[in-house]
């Protein structure tokens, strides 16, 4: 079964400090890894996208990892604001047998609180 | 200049109605979805579509039905609304490419209650 689980479910950091949030997966065969930031009450917004060749990515102060042997990926926020509060969503997308058919597999998102 | 844009934002209806949610993208994309985000705030894909396929979410009920009268379109209607309906629902949009890496945009997202 298909599954992409995160940790922590939440965190709270101090505003300036770095976070690392985690995501492993079992989804396969694998096409694709992306970490979105969903603010409250608004659409998810993407912050990276990883092939299965792309080890790391960047995105401003975000940065993405993945290791796709073990089937674990990293985001790590540098430097955080007030603004990074929300929820970070792990999503693997598996490429359906047959090709041309993408699924993805949603995490249940890890909720970010940054305090002044 | 909204990328994907959905109407209406909120909907209150009671239980045995029917109802549609619209959706648009001006992005030129080709394939566009609804997701279902629930109380978890877990959002779960329930249909893929593009001029070619329907991917259907084998859990959705049938009485959700994608409707896509162009490419820019995709509307989500729903036959006899029960209660385990109420969510939030988000339409998004991608242009697909071979490689299986895609940018997708989604919408602002419709809280749909059903009393």
């Known amino acids: 079964k298909n599954q992409v689980e995160q940790s922590p479910q939440s965190l709270i950091i101090l505003e300036g400090k770095n976070c690392t949030l985690q995501c492993n997966y079992t989804v396969s065969p694998f096409s694709n890894l992306r970490w979105y930031k969903q603010d409250t009450g608004r659409g998810p917004v993407s912050l990276t996208i990883m092939t299965f060749s792309e080890n790391t990515k960047s995105n401003g102060r975000y940065t993405a990892t993945l290791d796709a042997d073990t089937k674990q990926s990293s985001l790590h926020i540098t430097a955080s604001q007030l603004s990074d509060s929300a929820s970070y969503i792990c999503?693997?997308?598996?490429?359906?047998?047959?090709?041309?058919?993408?699924?993805?597999?949603f995490g249940r998102g890890t909720s970010l609180i940054v305090h002044p | 200049d909204t990328a994907v844009s959905q109407t209406p934002k909120y909907l209150v209806t009671q239980m045995g109605n029917d109802k549609s949610i619209k959706c648009e993208q001006n992005l030129g994309h080709d394939t566009m979805y609804w997701y279902k985000q629930d109380s978890k705030k877990f959002l779960k894909i329930m249909f893929s579509y593009n001029n070619k396929e329907l991917i259907i979410n084998e859990t959705v009920p049938n009485r959700f039905s994608p409707k896509s009268p162009d490419k820019a379109h995709l509307n989500l209607h729903i036959n006899s609304l029960e209660l385990g309906d109420s969510a939030v629902y988000f339409c998004?949009?991608?242009?697909?490419?071979?490689?299986?890496?895609?940018?997708?945009?989604f919408g602002p997202g419709t809280r749909l209650t059903v009393t």
């Open positions: 999503v693997v997308t598996q490429r359906r047998a047959g090709g041309g058919s993408y699924i993805p597999t």
């Open positions: 998004a949009s991608s242009q697909v490419r071979t490689s299986g890496s895609y940018e997708q945009y």
